[in-house]
Protein backbone atom coordinates (compact mmCIF):
# COMPACT_ATOMS: atom_id res chain seq x y z
CA UNK A 1 0.00 0.00 0.00
CA UNK A 2 1.72 3.51 -0.81
CA UNK A 3 2.07 6.19 1.72
CA UNK A 4 1.38 9.74 -0.10
CA UNK A 5 1.06 13.07 1.68
CA UNK A 6 0.55 15.95 -1.30
CA UNK A 7 -0.73 19.17 0.31
CA UNK A 8 -2.18 21.45 -2.60
CA UNK A 9 -3.43 24.92 -1.76
CA UNK A 10 -5.70 25.24 -5.10
CA UNK A 11 -7.85 28.44 -5.90
CA UNK A 12 -11.03 28.27 -8.59
CA UNK A 13 -13.17 31.58 -9.20
CA UNK A 14 -16.94 31.70 -10.39
CA UNK A 15 -17.33 32.19 -14.13
CA UNK A 16 -17.00 35.94 -15.25
CA UNK A 17 -15.97 36.69 -11.27
CA UNK A 18 -19.84 36.90 -10.54
CA UNK A 19 -20.30 37.64 -7.10
CA UNK A 20 -22.22 34.99 -6.42
CA UNK A 21 -21.01 33.77 -3.01
CA UNK A 22 -22.37 35.54 -0.43
CA UNK A 23 -21.95 34.90 2.79
CA UNK A 24 -24.85 32.42 3.67
CA UNK A 25 -24.16 31.01 0.00
CA UNK A 26 -20.56 30.55 0.83
CA UNK A 27 -21.16 28.63 3.92
CA UNK A 28 -23.87 26.42 2.26
CA UNK A 29 -21.72 25.95 -1.12
CA UNK A 30 -18.17 25.05 1.39
CA UNK A 31 -20.63 22.59 3.57
CA UNK A 32 -21.63 20.41 0.73
CA UNK A 33 -18.04 20.49 -1.02
CA UNK A 34 -16.59 19.05 2.50
CA UNK A 35 -19.00 17.13 2.60
CA UNK A 36 -18.88 15.58 -0.82
CA UNK A 37 -15.06 15.62 -0.40
CA UNK A 38 -15.14 12.96 2.49
CA UNK A 39 -17.46 10.58 0.02
CA UNK A 40 -14.82 11.26 -2.95
CA UNK A 41 -12.04 10.50 -0.27
CA UNK A 42 -10.57 13.47 -0.83
CA UNK A 43 -8.73 15.38 2.67
CA UNK A 44 -9.72 18.77 2.64
CA UNK A 45 -7.92 20.67 5.53
CA UNK A 46 -9.02 24.35 4.95
CA UNK A 47 -11.66 25.84 2.87
CA UNK A 48 -12.56 29.29 2.96
CA UNK A 49 -12.85 32.55 0.03
CA UNK A 50 -14.49 35.59 -1.15
CA UNK A 51 -17.27 36.67 -3.15
CA UNK A 52 -16.13 35.33 -6.43
CA UNK A 53 -13.91 32.56 -5.65
CA UNK A 54 -12.75 29.80 -3.00
CA UNK A 55 -9.23 28.63 -2.00
CA UNK A 56 -8.91 24.91 -0.64
CA UNK A 57 -5.98 23.50 1.22
CA UNK A 58 -6.51 19.63 0.46
CA UNK A 59 -4.41 16.29 0.31
CA UNK A 60 -3.75 14.47 -2.82
CA UNK A 61 -3.95 11.10 -2.46
CA UNK A 62 -2.16 7.60 -4.42
CA UNK A 63 -5.11 7.72 -6.69
CA UNK A 64 -5.84 10.86 -7.83
CA UNK A 65 -4.47 13.72 -9.82
CA UNK A 66 -4.88 17.48 -9.34
CA UNK A 67 -7.43 17.99 -12.42
CA UNK A 68 -9.09 14.95 -11.14
CA UNK A 69 -10.25 16.31 -7.82
CA UNK A 70 -10.88 19.82 -8.61
CA UNK A 71 -13.01 18.47 -11.24
CA UNK A 72 -14.87 16.14 -8.59
CA UNK A 73 -14.78 19.52 -6.26
CA UNK A 74 -16.00 22.08 -8.78
CA UNK A 75 -18.06 20.13 -11.09
CA UNK A 76 -20.56 18.28 -8.64
CA UNK A 77 -20.20 21.32 -6.40
CA UNK A 78 -21.88 23.60 -9.56
CA UNK A 79 -24.36 20.80 -10.02
CA UNK A 80 -25.69 20.67 -6.71
CA UNK A 81 -25.66 25.02 -6.65
CA UNK A 82 -27.73 25.09 -9.86
CA UNK A 83 -29.82 21.78 -8.42
CA UNK A 84 -30.62 23.57 -4.94
CA UNK A 85 -31.21 26.97 -7.05
CA UNK A 86 -29.10 28.71 -4.54
CA UNK A 87 -28.30 31.52 -7.10
CA UNK A 88 -30.80 33.66 -9.09
CA UNK A 89 -29.25 32.95 -12.64
CA UNK A 90 -27.32 29.19 -13.32
CA UNK A 91 -24.23 29.11 -11.35
CA UNK A 92 -20.35 28.08 -13.18
CA UNK A 93 -17.24 27.93 -11.89
CA UNK A 94 -14.50 29.35 -14.40
CA UNK A 95 -12.73 26.69 -16.49
CA UNK A 96 -9.19 27.71 -15.33
CA UNK A 97 -8.14 27.21 -11.69
CA UNK A 98 -4.20 27.36 -10.02
CA UNK A 99 -3.13 25.15 -7.56
CA UNK A 100 0.64 24.65 -6.04
CA UNK A 101 1.80 22.15 -3.39
CA UNK A 102 2.45 23.27 -0.02
CA UNK A 103 5.66 21.78 1.93
CA UNK A 104 4.67 20.40 5.66
CA UNK A 105 6.29 23.52 6.91
CA UNK A 106 4.26 25.82 5.20
CA UNK A 107 0.96 24.18 5.82
CA UNK A 108 0.17 26.61 9.18
CA UNK A 109 0.38 29.55 7.06
CA UNK A 110 -1.54 28.23 4.32
CA UNK A 111 -4.42 27.14 6.39
CA UNK A 112 -4.34 31.04 8.06
CA UNK A 113 -4.36 32.50 5.03
CA UNK A 114 -7.37 30.53 3.79
CA UNK A 115 -9.33 30.74 6.88
CA UNK A 116 -8.91 34.90 6.90
CA UNK A 117 -10.05 35.42 3.40
CA UNK A 118 -12.50 38.16 4.40
CA UNK A 119 -9.89 40.15 6.40
CA UNK A 120 -7.43 39.58 3.78
CA UNK A 121 -9.77 40.79 0.41
CA UNK A 122 -10.43 44.03 2.55
CA UNK A 123 -7.06 45.19 1.17
CA UNK A 124 -6.55 43.14 -2.02
CA UNK A 125 -8.64 42.11 -4.87
CA UNK A 126 -8.79 38.77 -6.34
CA UNK A 127 -6.96 40.10 -9.64
CA UNK A 128 -4.42 41.37 -7.17
CA UNK A 129 -4.34 38.59 -5.52
CA UNK A 130 -4.41 35.90 -8.69
CA UNK A 131 -1.42 38.18 -10.67
CA UNK A 132 0.58 38.05 -6.75
CA UNK A 133 0.03 34.28 -7.03
CA UNK A 134 1.08 33.88 -10.29
CA UNK A 135 4.49 35.80 -10.39
CA UNK A 136 4.99 34.14 -7.33
CA UNK A 137 5.20 30.76 -8.20
CA UNK A 138 6.18 31.60 -12.01
CA UNK A 139 3.14 29.80 -13.10
CA UNK A 140 3.31 31.76 -16.64
CA UNK A 141 6.79 30.39 -17.14
CA UNK A 142 8.36 33.84 -17.56
CA UNK A 143 11.22 33.55 -15.13
Same mark, same amino acid.
Given at each position: ?????????? @? +??????????????????????????????? $???????? @?????????????????????? &??????? +?????? &??????? +???? $????? @??????????? $?? &??????????????? $??????????????
Amino acid at each position: MPFVKIMVHA @V +WRTKNHQPFLTKEIKDKVIAHIKENSREKKI $YIDSLNGH @VDHLHCLFALNADMALTKALQL &LKGESSH +WINANK &LTNTPFE +WADE $YYGVS @VSESHIESVRH $YI &LTQEEHHKKMTFMEE $YERFIKKYNLDGQG
